[in-house]
Nanobody, 122 residues
Framework: QVQLVESGGGSVQSGGSLRLSCAVF????????VGWFRQAPGKEREGVAN???????RYADSVKGRFTISQDNAKNTLYLQMNSLRPEDTAMYYC????????????????WGQGTQVIVSS
């Protein structure tokens, strides 16, 4: 079983930046996928970015060019660098892992962190 712990959320003004971290505890085999999701109040959880065991990355259209997902295998940590933040990026951000397809479908992900709040003010 994999345990995921997010950190790095906070409040920032529009145009600002934040870097989220996700510490991964437990052994992850090859073929995994880890990613970031977010959920705003009253909205469904949506995929933001993910990365698979080959290092291939995927981004939601709404964050392309602004967010960057990366991982430090030595530290077992996943990152999400968020630049040019907008008020519509305000949400609870979660990291998650799966051995299923690397998609943006939340139900495909089996392990989840507790989330970290991001608030972007205009």
């Amino acid at each position: 079983q994999v345990q995921l712990v997010e950190s790095g959320g906070g409040s920032v003004q529009s145009g600002g930046s934040l870097r989220l971290s996700c510490a991964v505890f437990g052994y992850i085999y090859s073929g995994y996928c880890v990613g970031w999701f977010r959920q705003a109040p009253g909205k469904e959880r949506e995929g933001v970015a993910n990365i698979d065991g080959d290092g291939s990355t995927r981004y939601a259209d709404s964050v392309k060019g602004r967010f960057t997902i990366s991982q430090d295998n030595a530290k077992n940590t996943l990152y999400l660098q968020m630049n040019s933040l907008r008020p519509e990026d305000t949400a609870m951000y979660y990291c998650a892992s799966t051995y299923h397809y690397c998609t943006f479908t939340p139900s495909f992900f089996t392990d989840w962190g507790q989330g970290t709040q991001v608030i972007v003010s205009s």
